[in-house]
């Protein structure tokens, strides 16, 4: 069955330095990975996309790669701040030809301190 | 800005009950989807809906849940005979090309 798993473990980090959150996924062949942050009680957000045939995406201090090789995403925060702490999910979308189907990590828990 | 917009935000049920969960969608946008969230869990997957009808089903969505969009702007969840494992946050949303954008849930709690 499908699957995508992210670092299990929450990733505390001083502010000012990169983040890197990892998702790998099986049994999968996506159209577009995304990533999206959760704070809690709240709804996700969609932060940024990356394409099949793409390697590498930036938005200000966020950067995505994609290896469909390896079937991995990584996902970095530069200069961080402590208002980044927040829960991040990796999520595929599937092919609208295949039912659009949106489905997601289990999250990596940020805490960046000060 | 268009957003999703969720009614209500806090529902308590007695368990065996019937709940509807409401959602406004962007009124552009073409697929709609329902996810549970269970508190320190993951957000799941529980149906997408495309012109109309169900394009894709989780094995979570059984006989006992259902969707309808009655009248081209309201997107509804019933949970039919609720149980106390329904417990969970309930999020509704609505995709504009590759881009989800989500409510802001309904915290579903049966008693």
């Known amino acids: 069955s499908q699957k995508i798993e992210q670092n299990s473990e929450a990733l505390n980090i001083q502010e000012g330095k990169t983040a890197t959150l990892t998702c790998n996924y099986t049994?999968?062949?996506?159209?577009?990975l995304q990533w999206y942050r959760q704070d809690p009680g709240r709804g996700p957000v969609f932060l940024l996309l990356?394409?099949?045939?793409?390697k590498e995406k930036r938005k200000e201090r966020l950067k995505v790669t994609f290896d469909t090789t390896l079937k991995q995403s990584l996902f970095h925060i530069t200069a961080s701040q402590p208002a980044d702490s927040a829960t991040y999910l990796c999520?595929?979308?599937?092919?609208?030809?295949?039912?659009?189907?949106?489905?997601f990590g289990q999250g990596t828990e940020l805490s960046v301190k000060p | 800005e268009p957003e999703v917009t969720q009614t209500p935000s806090h529902q308590v049920t007695q368990m065996g009950q019937e709940v509807i969960l409401r959602c406004v969608p962007i009124?552009?946008?073409?697929?709609f989807y329902w996810y549970r969230q269970i508190l320190g869990q993951k957000v799941e997957f529980l149906v997408s809906?495309?012109?109309?009808?169900?394009?894709?089903k989780s094995e979570i969505f059984d006989d006992q849940f259902s969707v309808e969009r009655p009248d081209g702007s309201n997107f509804t969840l019933k949970i039919r005979s609720t149980k106390l494992e329904d417990s969970a946050m309930y999020f509704c949303?609505?995709?504009?090309?590759?881009?989800?954008?989500f409510g802001q849930g309904t915290r579903l709690t049966v008693v």
């Open positions: 949303a609505s995709l504009r090309n590759t881009e989800a954008f």
């Open positions: 049994n999968y062949s996506p159209a577009y």
């Open positions: 999520a595929l979308l599937s092919p609208y030809n295949q039912g659009g189907k949106l489905i």
């Open positions: 990356i394409r099949e045939n793409e």
């Open positions: 009124s552009n946008h073409l697929y």
């Open positions: 809906f495309y012109n109309n009808e169900i394009s894709e």
